[in-house]
């Protein structure tokens, strides 16, 4: 119970304390919320991050759904020769 507690405290601090990254030259104080939730959409860099990220995940599932896909061909093929 202790632990639940100390992490909500802890997450609660850095949501409240959180200093705004400024990680992009120019851009100022955004004005709204808005603005926060547009601002990944509207630069390139955040594009292409989210498509490497997009084809990285991709990869894995598609490599995930062929070992069970395998697995599945082995299992049945154990069944049938038992």
Known sequence: MFKITKLALALTS???YAAPALA???H???ENAI???LHPLSDV???L???S???IATGVIVVAATLLWRAAGWMR???RTS
């Open 24 to 26: 992009h030259p120019g």
């Open 14 to 16: 850095m949501t409240v």
């Open 49 to 51: 991050a989210a498509l």
């Open 28 to 30: 100022g104080r955004p």
């Open 35 to 37: 603005h926060g939730f």
């Open 53 to 55: 990220v997009a084809v």
């Open 45 to 47: 860099d955040h594009l």
């Open 77 to 79: 093929a154990a069944r």
